[in-house]
């Protein structure tokens, strides 16, 4: 059974630091994996989609590294601004079209 | 493009009552998912289609959850009758295929008070 776990829970930095969030998950035979963005009361925002053949993604300031090998994900954040302040959610695409979502970092960028 | 539109946004019932929830996914996209997140937990699987048939409807939690796509376009999910820990934030996703990944909805809020 795949299950995704992120670390840390949550995260307090000042702006314009540079951050890693992480995301480990148990079985290494996915489709992909999505990094998503949640902010209060809204919906999911894709951030990035990384295919199973590809080792990374890049979007701006994002980062998003994948080796499943090792069964980890690391989401990295440039030059923090108090807009990325959020809820990042890392979702593995397993067989099946399913998607097992983690329990996300809550990110806090202090001006 | 329109996206995953969800309606409504907010739903604030009573216990035993019923709630049907709406899913427009983009135009196009054979795959239709629902998930939902309760107080504190992860998001998790509800089911999903493929066109108008139910291809995995395993996260279904009980019988009363029912899922609709009729036509293969939008998507309804009723809860009948609403119990208190139905209570939550139901998305909705559509995908071309797992290559695409999924783009979410907005969410409805669902209170069963």
């Known amino acids: 059974k795949q299950e995704v776990t992120q670390i840390p829970a949550a995260l307090s930095v000042p702006e314009g630091e540079n951050l890693v969030l992480n995301c480990s998950f148990t079985d290494s035979a996915i489709y992909n994996l999505q990094w998503f963005r949640q902010d209060p009361g809204k919906g999911l925002t894709s951030l990035l989609l990384?295919?199973?053949?590809?080792r990374e993604q890049t979007s701006g300031r994002l980062n998003a590294s994948l080796d499943k090998s090792s069964g980890r994900s690391t989401l990295y954040i440039a030059a923090s601004q108090p807009g990325d302040s959020a809820t990042y959610l890392c979702?593995?695409?397993?067989?099946?079209?399913?998607?097992?979502f983690g329990a996300g970092t809550r990110l806090f960028v202090k001006a | 493009e329109a996206g995953v539109t969800q309606f409504p946004s907010h739903s604030v019932i009573e216990k035993g009552q019923t709630v049907t929830l709406r899913c427009d996914p983009i135009?196009?996209?054979?795959?239709l998912y629902w998930y939902r997140r309760v107080m504190g937990k992860e998001i998790k699987f509800l089911l999903h289609f493929v066109k108008e048939s139910k291809q995995d409807e395993s996260g279904m939690p009980n019988n009363r959850f029912l899922a609709e796509r009729t036509g293969g376009t939008y998507s309804t999910l009723k809860v009948q009758p609403a119990e208190l820990e139905d209570s939550g934030v139901y998305f909705c996703?559509?995908?071309?295929?797992?290559?695409?990944?999924?783009?979410f909805g907005s969410g409805t809020r669902l209170t069963v008070v």
């Open positions: 990384i295919q199973s053949s590809q």
């Open positions: 996703a559509s995908s071309q295929g797992t290559v695409y990944g999924y783009t």
């Open positions: 979702a593995v695409g397993t067989g099946g079209f399913k998607t097992i």
């Open positions: 135009s196009g996209h054979d795959n």
